[in-house]
C-alpha cells in the first residue's frame, strides 16, 4: 500500500523527519509551507497523512480547518511541537501543564501530537548526547503513530472498496446484469444536466418483449429467465460504450442514448428490432425461441423536467401504441402515426441500418453467428462492442 504523506513545513523541518519517511519507498512525501497552497492540495488530492510543523506559520489555522472538514475525517493528522518557547517552558512545568497542552492541540483537530524539539544546547559533549537521545526518542514516537496511521488508512481503503461494491450491487439487475431501475433514476436527472449543459440531444427508448408471459406459461419461469438474459447479452453487444441500457421491470428495458438525435435514436430502435426478431435465440441444444420486441423512442425537449419524466413518459406511450398496433415495430417520436407490417418494418430496418450509421467489430465472431453483418459492415458512428458476462457492474455516465 503505497501512503501519501503531506508535510505542512519549511525544507529544516522536512529534513528533520526521520530517514524510514523520506527515503522510504513505501511513502510519497510532500512538502507545502503556505497554507492556501496545502488546502488546494487537500481537497484536489487528499494525501492519508498530515505532519504538521507547529511553528510554521497558519499551522493552527490549517489543523482548525481540517478539523470542519467532515468529508476529510479520514486523514491523519500529526502536529509535531517544535516550538521553541513551548519546548523551553516544557522542562520547567509540570505534567499537569503538558496534559493541558496536548490537550488543548487534540482539540484544535490533530490526531496526534508529538513534542518534536530540544532546547538544549549543543555547546557541550554532554548536552549533543542528550540531544541525540531526544530526537531518536521523537523519531520513535513518530514513527509509531505512522503505524497508527497506516491502519486507519487502509481500514479506510477497505470501506471504500466494500461501499464500492455494495453500490455496484445495488445498481445492478442481479438477473441480465444490466443497471437496474434504481439505476436509472439514479441516473437519467444526471444525462438530462449534462445534456443541458453542453447543449447536446439526449434520446431515450423503452423496448418491451412481446407477448413474453406465453413463453413462461409454455416453458417455465427457469426458461423465461434464460431469455431474458440472452437478449440483454444481445441489446448490450449493439449499443455504444457511452449508452445505457437497464432492466426497467420484468421484460421491459430501457436504453438512454446521450448526445443522440432523434432520427439516430429511431435508428438505433429499427436494429434492435431487426436483430431480436431475426435470429432466434438458443435457450439449450434442444430448444431456440423465436421473440420479438416492441419500442417506443423519445427526445429531450425544452421544456421537460429536469428528472426526465416526461422524457420517460413519452416513450413509454409510444411503446403502448407500438403494442396496440401489433407489436413487433417501432414507434418514434418523429412520426407516431407510422404503421407498420411486418415487412414494411423489415424494410425501414435495412434502409436505417445502410445509412451508414453504425460500424461493427467484425472479429466478433460469436455474435456474427447471431446477427447478419452483411447490410451493415460499412458504416461510421456507431460501434459495437462484444463483452463476456462480467460480475454485475454499473455503467453510469459522469457528467
Known sequence: MNISILVFGNDKFLATLPEQIREAGAFNVEAIANLQMAVSRIQSKPPDIILIQSSQDDSIQLCCWLNQQTKLSWIYCILLEDSPELIADRENQSWEW???????????????????????????????????????????????QLTVALRKAQKYRDLMKTNDLLSTIALADSLTELNNRRAL?????????????????????????????KVNDKYGHLVGDKLLKLLSNRIRNNLRVQDTAFRYGGEEFVIILGNTTAEEADSVAYRLNKIVGDSPFAIDSTLTIDVTISLGTACLLAN????????????????????????NRVISCINTTEKNSSVHNEVNCNNK????????????????????????????????????????CIKIAVG
Open 185 to 213: 433514476e439514479w441516473d437519467l436527472p444526471r444525462q438530462v444536466k449534462k445534456a443541458r449543459t453542453d447543449n447536446t440531444p439526449l434520446s431515450l427508448i423503452i423496448l418491451d418483449v412481446d407477448h413474453f408471459k
Open 304 to 327: 421537460d423536467d429536469e428528472k426526465g419524466l416526461n422524457l420517460l413518459d413519452r416513450a413509454d406511450t409510444l411503446l403502448l401504441q407500438a403494442k396496440s398496433e401489433g407489436r
Open 98 to 144: 503538558e496534559s493541558e497542552i496536548t490537550s488543548r492541540a487534540l482539540k484544535l483537530g490533530a490526531d496526534a501530537y508529538i513534542w518534536y524539539g530540544d532546547a538544549h544546547s549543543e555547546s557541550t559533549p554532554q548536552r549533543k548526547t542528550d540531544s541525540a537521545a531526544y530526537w531518536n526518542a521523537s523519531h520513535r514516537l513518530l514513527l509509531s
Open 353 to 392: 441500418i445502410q445509412s451508414n450509421s453504425y460500424i461493427f467489430n467484425p472479429t466478433n465472431k460469436a455474435l456474427q453467428k447471431e446477427v447478419n453483418y452483411r447490410t451493415i459492415a460499412g458504416s461510421s458512428s456507431y460501434v459495437s462492442h462484444h463483452r463476456a458476462i462480467q460480475l454485475p
